[in-house]
């Protein structure tokens, strides 16, 4: 899972791929079964920079995205697909939209942005 942090020697957000390693430990109190996590250890498999992730992502939804693409599709597939903590999503998809060029007026449905003609 991709999770966004912050450079402690140049201050630059990253976003790090994240492992959880944890336990499980069941506990029967009643006919209900209750379940309890405990992280053992974390561990990091990769870092890249916004650019980065952006850039592979477009990459590879560029062809998919069409005019009135759904903002909930698109963080859906940065959740499932990219493994982006949802938490993250809307600072990715406002990355996206500016490099597609779209914009999104009532922050559901994407649209390309048409250049303007110019008169002769």
């Known amino acids: 899972m991709y999770i966004k942090t912050r450079c402690p020697v140049c ?4 976003y790090r791929n994240i492992k959880l390693h944890a336990l499980e430990t069941k506990q029967f109190t009643d006919l209900d079964s209750a379940a309890r996590y405990t992280i053992e250890y974390i561990e990091v498999s990769d870092t890249v920079t916004e650019d980065e992730l952006a ?3 477009l990459r590879n939804m560029r062809p998919y995205v069409h005019d009135g693409f759904e ?3 698109l963080c859906r597939i940065l959740k499932r697909t990219y493994r982006v903590a949802a ?3 809307c600072d990715l998809v406002t990355r996206l939209k500016i490099e597609m060029d779209m914009y999104c007026p009532g922050c559901r449905h994407l649209y390309y942005v048409k250049p303007m003609r110019t008169l002769k």
């Open 55 to 57: 850039r592979e992502v």
């Open 87 to 89: 938490a993250y999503c």
């Open 71 to 73: 903002v909930k599709e």
């Open 11 to 14: 201050g630059t957000e990253q």
